[in-house]
């Protein structure tokens, strides 16, 4: 897995109104915040990414997530 920093190419903006946990949407430019190791991945990843607790997993276009309640939706912009 690539240990990537996404927060060094990216500007991360909450979504507004905040989704629910059982419904996350899902896109080219949302990511998920862990809210336990504050790690950030693509909604859709296509390469292997994990956070580091583990709540987060993705590959192949889609993610598993643990503990819904400690994942927050933010849309990704190019500094």
Same mark, same amino acid.
Do not use: F, W
């Given at each position: 897995?690539?240990?990537?920093?996404?927060?060094? !190419?990216?500007k991360f903006y909450p979504i507004?109104? #905040?989704?629910?946990? %059982?419904? /996350?949407?899902?896109? =080219?430019d949302v990511y998920y915040e862990?809210?336990?190791?504050?790690?950030? !991945?693509?909604?859709?990843?296509?390469?292997?990414? #994990?956070?580091?607790? %583990?709540? /987060?997993?993705?590959? =192949?276009?889609?993610?598993?997530?643990?503990?819904?309640?400690?994942?927050?939706a933010v849309k990704g912009k190019?500094?």
């Open positions: 897995m690539l240990n990537i920093d996404l927060r060094k !190419i990216y507004e109104p #905040a989704p629910a946990a %059982g419904a /996350l949407p899902t896109g =080219g862990c809210l336990d190791c504050t790690a950030i !991945i693509n909604s859709m990843p296509h390469i292997p990414s #994990a956070c580091v607790c %583990g709540n /987060l997993q993705g590959n =192949g276009g889609k993610v598993e997530i643990k503990l819904e309640e400690r994942v927050r190019l500094k």
